[in-house]
Every structure is written in C-alpha cells, then in structure tokens.
C-alpha cells in the first residue's frame, strides 16, 4: 500500500494512535504517556489543540511550526512509551519475528491516522470527535474523563460543562475517525 501523507505547512493535524491489540494499557501508564509528550515537546515545537486519551488509544489535534516534523513527534512519542513501560504486567505480550527483525516492540500499531484540517468547521468538528470520545466508547460525559483537554475548553467557554448529554450524542455519532 502507497500511503502519502500531506504536509501542508502552518496546518493542524488531527492524529490517532492504537496500541497494538487495543490493549487497555494507556490511562493505567498515564505518567509515562505524559511523560513521552514532554519529552517529544522538549525535541521538537508544537502546541497541542485537544487531546483524549482513552485506555488503548489517543486522539490529538496538534498544530507543529515545522509541519514535515509531526511523523517524528508521533514516532518520538510511541518510542519513549514503549521503552519505558514495564512489558512484563502486560498481558498477552508477545513479539514477532517481523517486529524483532525491525527492533520493534508490540506496544503500537505500526501506523497511525492522521488528517490535515482543511477548514475552521472541519477543526471544530474534530475537537467535538476529540472530546465526545469518552461517550462513544465507556459512556462517560467528557466532564468526567480525566485525560482529556474537555475541561480546560469548558473552562474557557467552548462548552457547556455539561456538553454531550445524550441528546448531543446523536448530533455527534455520525463522525467516525478511528
């Protein structure tokens, strides 16, 4: 497969990253997923936009100054996770010989989905995705998911606390970029 991803500079992307088999192993090493995101903001300059972390993967919409840069940040991210979590307390843990031959671990899913926002309806559109995550997946109102940037757009007014009840779920629920 011939994958070519867009570098269109001053652009947002939004970015989704999956461990690999969907193991829920994310928000229980939420300090070491920080962590990989200082690190990454420490090598390389980009604002992150919105963020939720579910337990086996993570939506983000960040905007880097140098565009060609973002594969790296997301690479940088996965390598700094993946050399610091304790792979024995993971379950099912095995790695292949493809991932052996590549220096490779199986924390990841090799690739990630990316999408280059093209409009200020398409962003707002991907933060409302970002932040209704919580919802879609272990029905929980984005107020109460604690790694999520939801909050803090509450806090300055880009929702009502109480955003996503279940009369917005319906509004939301056609948008799918997993």
């Given at each position: 497969m011939n994958y070519k991803r867009l570098f269109v500079p001053n652009s947002i992307i939004f970015i989704t990253f999956v461990t690999s088999k969907r193991r829920e192993i994310l928000t229980s090493n939420i300090g070491i997923l920080r962590q990989s995101f200082i690190e990454a903001k420490n090598k390389y300059d980009f604002k992150i936009i919105a963020i939720c972390v579910l337990k086996n993967h993570v939506h983000l919409l960040i905007k880097p100054d140098n565009i060609n840069e973002y594969p790296l940040i997301i690479k940088d991210i996965k390598i700094y996770f993946s050399k610091n979590i304790d792979i024995a307390a993971i379950k099912d843990y095995y790695v292949s010989k493809s991932r052996i031959t590549k220096g490779e671990k199986d924390i990841w899913q090799r690739r990630y989905w990316e999408h280059t926002i093209v409009n200020q309806e398409d962003l707002y559109k991907h933060i409302d995705y970002i932040h209704?995550?919580?919802?879609?997946?272990?029905?929980?109102?984005?107020?109460?998911?604690?790694?999520?940037?939801?909050?803090?757009?509450?806090?300055?007014?880009?929702?009502?606390?109480?955003?996503?009840?279940?009369?917005?779920?319906?509004?939301?629920?056609?948008?799918?970029?997993?």
């Open positions: 209704y995550n919580p919802m879609k997946h272990y029905k929980i109102a984005p107020k109460d998911w604690q790694y999520s940037s939801f909050k803090k757009f509450a806090q300055n007014g880009y929702y009502e606390l109480d955003w996503c009840n279940f009369d917005d779920k319906y509004k939301i629920n056609e948008l799918d970029y997993e």
